[in-house]
């Protein structure tokens, strides 16, 4: 279930400090479907 889980995307270390905008969006498995992407904020990179 999504509501349960979590990721953590690797970013590259020179990003460190740095405020980044976040946005999410799905894809099917095969790619033939892309969901609409949502702005989530923003964040500091570490």
Not at 22 to 28: N, P, Q
Request: hydrophobic residues 35%; negative net charge; aromatic residues 8%.
């Amino acid at each position: 279930d999504r509501t349960v889980g979590s990721q953590i995307v690797p970013i590259p270390t020179t990003y460190a400090g740095d405020t980044v905008e976040l946005f999410m969006a799905f894809i099917t498995a095969d790619g033939s479907q892309v969901s609409n992407s949502i702005y989530l904020g923003s964040g500091t990179a570490n």
